[in-house]
């Protein structure tokens, strides 16, 4: 089945610094590549997400990019606010049949 | 965003009972159905994907016989973890999809066998 790594587990910025979050995957097969962001207590929620077919996707102050070759994709956050603090899992997926997460960051951002 | 309910938020329950879970997609017919494990701190581990209709599709280590998952209707599916063990504790979260809908997460359900 497909692993999928993320790093760092626990990241601090300075408010107004980018942040970014770093994750590969192994199965080849995988197309689609979202992001969640989940808040102590809550569910889950997509932030943005990726297809196989682009190399990179902006929206705001949130921007992924994707390396089918290296087999890696990345969430970049631009000028951090502390309402960013959460925790961030990546995950990879073929068609949207099945869904395998990284393990998580921890972002927080200091005022 | 669609809206995905989960019943009940938390339960506490006894070893050796059997505990069920629902899963309801509120207004959109699911035709994939995810259930999830998180443990504190930790990932979304999958434990299973089912689809309307059709048996649930385990990953490996889980236990078929231990979790069943019945989705009946498209927009219903329901986890039982019978008899449950203190081990298996753990906050579950299901999700919802179709196909060109992104997926959707419950609320979660707090399990706490005693």
């Known amino acids: 089945g497909e692993n999928v790594e993320q790093h760092p587990s626990t990241l601090s910025v300075q408010e107004g610094d980018s942040a970014v979050i770093k994750c590969t995957y192994s199965?080849?097969?995988?197309?689609?590549f979202p992001w969640y962001k989940q808040e102590l207590g809550k569910r889950p929620q997509l932030i943005i997400d990726i297809r196989s077919n682009v190399g990179e996707k902006k929206d705001q102050r949130i921007a992924v990019t994707l390396n089918k070759t290296a087999k890696h994709f990345s969430l970049h956050i631009t000028e951090t606010q502390p309402e960013d603090s959460a925790v961030y899992f990546c995950a990879a997926s073929f068609t949207g049949n099945q869904f395998y997460f990284g393990t998580g960051t921890s972002l927080t951002v200091i005022p | 965003g669609a809206v995905v309910s989960q019943h009940p938020s938390w339960v506490i329950c006894k070893s050796g009972t059997s505990v069920k879970i629902e899963c309801r997609s509120l207004?959109?017919?699911?035709?994939?159905m995810f259930w999830y494990r998180q443990f504190p701190k930790q990932s979304l581990m999958l434990m299973a994907t089912s689809n309307e209709g059709s048996k649930a599709t385990y990953e490996q280590g889980v236990e078929k016989d231990k979790f069943l998952i019945n989705h009946a209707s498209l927009t219903l599916s329901t986890l039982t973890v019978t008899s449950a063990h203190p081990e298996d504790s753990s906050f579950y979260i299901c999700?919802?999809?179709?196909?060109?809908?992104?997926?959707?997460f419950g609320p979660g359900t707090r399990l706490t066998v005693t």
């Open positions: 999700s919802a999809a179709s196909p060109g809908i992104e997926q959707y």
């Open positions: 207004d959109f017919q699911a035709t994939t």
């Open positions: 199965d080849s097969a995988s197309n689609y």
